[in-house]
């Protein structure tokens, strides 16, 4: 068994939310729809399949288990639909819409939690995650929860930069007990 160190991170949405940044050419957000699960499904498995989150969550390093995930997380009487968000991008090649990023949200004990937040590795680095947690924040101001929060594992470096950068604060260190092959 292998503990991971993550925290939690808060933000109050209370204070406002930084200003939306324009979409990137070539993308486009969609909001939740069940016609999109297997979409979501795909953008999270190719977001987090070589990641240190497949570690701590192995059924993310799965595409199965992410579909298994995703129709957990929707299923649940916490599911907050406008909080759940997929990114695509147009491929330039076939003209087909790609699903490259996806978040989803849950009201717990009147908090918005975000669930998930990835986008994929070649799509990195153009703002497109803050675009995801800013449509997230907005989605559970909608249904009226005050305040949001989400765990990261601390050696994610680059996510818990764009947390503080977004205005999330470390409000205390938690521990996720995995499983892990060969540890």
């Known amino acids: 068994m292998t503990y991971f ?5 808060e933000f109050d949405l209370r ?16 909001a939740y729809s069940e016609s999109l699960l297997r979409e979501h499904a795909t953008a999270k498995f190719q977001s987090f399949r070589s990641e240190l989150d497949a570690d701590v ?4 390093s799965r595409q ?14 916490e599911f907050v639909p406008q909080a759940t968000w ?6 330039s090649a076939t003209g087909r819409r790609l699903p490259v990023g996806t978040i989803q949200g849950l009201a717990i004990d009147g908090w918005g939690a975000i ?16 675009l995801l947690l800013l449509k997230a924040a907005e989605g559970f101001r909608r249904s ?3 305040r949001m929060h989400l765990e ?32």
Do not use: W
């Open 86 to 91: 997929l990114l695509r991008c147009r491929d």
């Open 152 to 183: 990261v594992t601390t050696e994610n470096a680059g996510a818990v930069r764009l947390y503080e950068r977004m205005g999330f604060r470390k409000a205390k260190v938690v521990y996720k007990a995995a499983d892990v092959a060969g540890a």
């Open 15 to 30: 204070d406002g939310l930084p200003e939306m940044p324009p979409l990137p050419y070539g993308y486009e957000l969609a």
């Open 144 to 146: 009226g929860l005050p």
């Open 57 to 60: 969550f192995p059924c993310l």
């Open 5 to 9: 160190r993550r925290f939690r991170m």
């Open 64 to 77: 199965d288990g992410c579909l298994r995930l995703m129709r957990e997380i929707t299923r649940r009487g």
């Open 115 to 130: 669930q998930n937040l990835g986008v994929t590795g070649d799509h990195r680095g153009k703002g497109l995650g803050s």
